[in-house]
């Protein structure tokens, strides 16, 4: 069965602290997709990014950066210099090649809360 | 934005009822999946769409069904609503297996 795990429920920072978001995945599939959405506080669920099993470069985005490790089922989250408008809860998701609908299995997501 | 439409933004409804909740993917986009987002149970699936036809299911009630239509825009019908039904419902669509899905805004839904 695929699961996803977000242990952490929620991490307050001050702004400009660097902060690290953590998944860890289960899954027997050889191939699998993971990603990353946040949710601000409007409601809408905003795609980061998304990533597949054989493919562990570590992604750089302006402030954002994953770092996957198959070796320990991690897709770890860091936003650099936080700001106010990070805010919001964060979903690490899996789909994977046995299902054939590839949808998207949901961690329980991480309330960041970036005070000023 | 996303290109995923869904109407309507807001629901208010009595136990009992029946609502219908309409989402239009993505232009070109041939998968709809259906989610429901309540406190306690996080982000759930409960249904996918692939160019009309249902692929797969999960946790969805019996009281619920969905079709998507030729025009590939689809909808989620919910009857015999009950105060546990409350919830935020996403539509997403994706262009390709694999691929990331993107979301509507949702359909809060309240049942009073």
């Known amino acids: 069965a695929q699961k996803v795990t977000q242990a952490q429920t929620e991490i307050s920072v001050v702004e400009k602290e660097d902060v690290t978001l953590d998944c860890v995945y289960e899954t027997r599939d050889t191939t699998y997709y993971l990603f990353w959405y946040k949710q601000p506080p409007s409601g809408e669920l905003v795609f980061l990014i998304r990533?597949?099993?054989?493919?562990?470069q570590n992604e750089i985005s302006g402030r954002y950066s994953w770092n996957f490790q198959k070796s320990t089922s991690s897709f770890n989250f860091t936003i650099t210099a936080s700001q106010v408008v990070d805010s919001a809860v964060y979903f690490c998701?899996?789909?994977?090649?046995?299902?054939?609908?590839?949808?998207?299995?949901f961690g329980s997501g991480t309330r960041l809360l970036v005070r000023p | 934005d996303s290109g995923v439409t869904q109407t309507p933004k807001h629901l208010i409804t009595a136990t009992g009822q029946r609502v219908t909740l309409r989402c239009s993917p993505r232009?070109?986009?041939?998968?709809v999946y259906w989610y429901q987002q309540s406190l306690d149970q996080g982000l759930q699936f409960l249904i996918q769409y692939y160019n009309g036809e249902e692929r797969a299911k999960g946790n969805i009630l019996e009281r619920f069904s969905a079709q998507q239509f030729p025009d590939l825009h689809s909808e989620l019908n919910l009857s015999s609503l009950e105060l546990g039904d409350s919830a935020l419902y996403f539509c997403a669509s994706s262009v390709v297996t694999g691929g990331e899905l993107f979301f509507g805004e949702g359909s809060r839904l309240t049942v009073l």
């Open positions: 232009s070109g986009d041939l998968s």
């Open positions: 998701a899996l789909s994977g090649e046995m299902d054939s609908s590839y949808k998207l299995i």
């Open positions: 990533r597949n099993s054989f493919d562990e």
